[in-house]
């Protein structure tokens, strides 16, 4: 156990944020010097209030399975090595999970019971990404290249974290792997979808480096299923993971749709990750001097929300359905599950109004076709479905319209239709208990089977894919299995 009493004489505490009127004109991470420094001063106090659970719940939280109460102590001992090691022993990528997951092992936590006056929970999350920024700067992360190869060979479709993770498990099981990336660069949301200032992106370069060194090979800018088939990736591979996310996007087809200005969330971030790194975009969409509308919650909206803030918008709504979420943990989502609360992501602190209770009804176009406003109303949840409240219409102006409602799944034309696998209900790619789809030799993982989720579920589903095709290749395998498909989080 970390410090016996620590959880009675230290309360939960975070890191500051740079100033707001600082950041908001950068696209660095918004804390100072990066987040795992930040975090050193106040953490090994942090780590400490640990109790070492009789019963862990904050494991329960955690698709992963982290060792949870294992590395608080090493931290609170100061034993760093000791502590990677660990945390590596079930995450692959700590450095993404420590700096974008919502961290339901924190609301799972013991010391997150609700009434109980020990400061809240562990700041489990923050602990994790100061072991692994640590540990890159102490070089204790190191190339684990296989010591003798199987001589099978696997294909893994699509970069980010699901296919990344299963890829590291089976070439340092010895398997010859090679990663196919539609987009010019290997990370998928990571890379395109995530902005700058949650994660730089020279985490996922040198993580990418580090893979390379073990034997993994990427191959970007190859699309399977065009100029690469389905039946010859089959044939060059003995087996094949398919972790193309789900990268459909949902659409709003209402009145006013197709006028100019009105643009999904991923057709806008990936170029201003590019522009914000230097890279020439042509005809990037920008939000600069413009009244800005989002059109969804979500982490996908906090990330528009940001990246127009950095871009000099005028003025930024981000509109949602849904009713404001309570500030506390209601009571009909008891610990230990993820409640849904009002959360204040760091690009909410800067800018923006949220409106919540409001349906779009149409788009209103200027002289040019472009938009200039949206009309919305206020809706009320009756008999199962969302009303809209009569009188409540307004309109507000919008030359920029981002849609941040959520995916629908894997594109079908392509790649999946080609290969012929069965869908489940929702449109995702079926698979049975070992990840294996109805094609054999194909399994699938992270969004692409699950449908749209969170990081920390992608690398779990991408290590317990690997273990399955490991043992498909093989006939057995010790990869670690640490989710089944159907397994789901802890909520209500
Ligand atoms: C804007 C945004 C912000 C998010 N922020 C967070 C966050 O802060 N925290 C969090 O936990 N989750 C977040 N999420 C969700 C999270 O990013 C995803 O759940 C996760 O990335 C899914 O991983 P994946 O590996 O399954 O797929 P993806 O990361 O989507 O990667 C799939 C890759 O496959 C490639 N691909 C698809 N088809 C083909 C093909 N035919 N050939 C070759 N390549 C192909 C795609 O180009 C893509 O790069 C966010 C999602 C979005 C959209
Ligand atoms: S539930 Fe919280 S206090 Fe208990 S072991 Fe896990 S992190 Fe430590």
């Known amino acids: 156990m970390a410090d016996p009493k620590g959880f009675l004489k230290h309360g939960r505490e975070v890191a500051e944020r740079r100033p707001v009127e600082e950041r908001v004109h950068d696209w660095d991470e918004v804390y100072p010097g990066g987040m795992g420094r930040a975090l050193l001063p106040i953490i090994t106090t942090q780590a400490g209030r640990c109790m070492d659970c009789g019963i862990p719940f904050c494991h329960q939280g955690c698709p992963l399975g982290n060792i949870i109460p294992e590395w608080n102590d090493l931290v609170w001992r100061d034993d760093w090595e000791g502590a990677i090691e660990r945390l590596h022993a079930t995450n692959n990528f700590p450095e993404f999970t420590g700096r974008l997951c919502p961290a339901p092992c924190e609301t799972a936590c013991v010391l997150g019971i609700p009434g109980d006056t020990y400061g809240g929970p562990v700041t489990i999350k923050n602990v994790e990404v100061t072991i692994i920024d640590k540990a890159w700067e102490s070089g204790f992360v190191r190339p684990q290249p296989p010591e003798w190869l199987s001589g099978r060979t696997v294909a893994v479709v699509?970069?980010?974290p699901a296919g990344l993770a299963a890829a590291q498990q089976l070439t340092r099981a010895g398997h010859t792997v090679a990663v196919y990336e539609r987009a010019d660069k290997i990370g998928?949301?990571?890379?395109?979808?995530?902005?700058?200032?949650?994660?730089?992106?020279?985490h996922l370069d040198r993580r990418l480096d580090q893979m390379r060194r073990e034997g993994t090979v990427f191959r970007a800018g190859v699309s399977v299923g065009d100029e690469l088939t389905a039946e010859s990736l089959r044939d060059r591979y003995d087996a094949v993971v398919l972790a193309m996310g789900a990268t459909a996007p949902r659409d709003l087809p209402i009145t006013g749709r197709e006028l100019g200005g009105i643009h999904q969330a991923m057709d806008f971030l990936p170029q201003s990750n590019r522009a914000s790194l230097g890279e020439p975009v042509e005809g990037?969409?920008?939000?600069?001097?413009?009244?800005?509308?989002?059109?969804?919650?979500?982490?996908?909206?906090?990330?528009?929300?940001?990246?127009?803030?950095?871009?000099?918008?005028?003025?930024?709504?981000?509109?949602?359905?849904?009713?404001?979420?309570?500030s506390d943990r209601p009571e009909g989502q008891p610990w230990p599950t993820y409640p849904m609360t009002?959360?204040?992501?760091?690009?909410?602190?800067?800018?923006?109004?949220?409106?919540?209770?409001v349906s779009t009804q149409e788009?209103?176009?200027?002289?040019?076709?472009?938009?200039?406003?949206?009309?919305?109303?206020?809706?009320?949840?009756?008999?199962?479905?969302?009303?809209?409240?009569?009188?409540?219409?307004?309109?507000?102006?919008?030359?920029?319209?981002?849609?941040?409602?959520?995916?629908?799944?894997?594109?079908?034309?392509?790649?999946?239709e080609q290969l012929g696998v069965d869908l489940d209900e929702r449109g995702n790619i079926a698979r049975d208990a070992s990840y294996m789809t109805s094609v054999p030799g194909v399994f699938v993982a992270g969004d692409a089977g699950r449908g749209q989720s969170l990081i920390v579920w992608a690398i779990a589903e991408g290590r317990a894919a690997a273990s399955a095709v490991d043992q498909y290749l093989t006939g057995s395998t010790t990869l670690p299995y640490p989710v089944r498909p159907t397994d789901r989080p802890l909520v209500v």
């Open 158 to 160: 699509g970069s980010g």
């Open 188 to 202: 998928g949301l990571l890379r395109y979808g995530i902005p700058e200032f949650k994660m730089e992106k020279k």
């Open 284 to 326: 990037q969409v920008l939000a600069t001097g413009k009244d800005v509308v989002i059109i969804g919650g979500g982490d996908t909206g906090a990330d528009c929300l940001g990246t127009a803030t950095r871009q000099g918008a005028r003025s930024i709504t981000q509109l949602e359905i849904l009713p404001e979420p309570p």
């Open 342 to 357: 009002f959360r204040v992501s760091s690009a909410h602190e800067e800018a923006g109004d949220r409106v919540y209770s």
């Open 363 to 416: 788009f209103l176009g200027d002289e040019s076709d472009n938009v200039r406003a949206l009309r919305l109303v206020e809706v009320a949840f009756a008999d199962g479905r969302f009303e809209e409240v009569e009188g409540t219409e307004r309109e507000i102006p919008a030359q920029l319209v981002l849609f941040a409602m959520g995916f629908l799944g894997p594109e079908k034309p392509g790649l999946v």
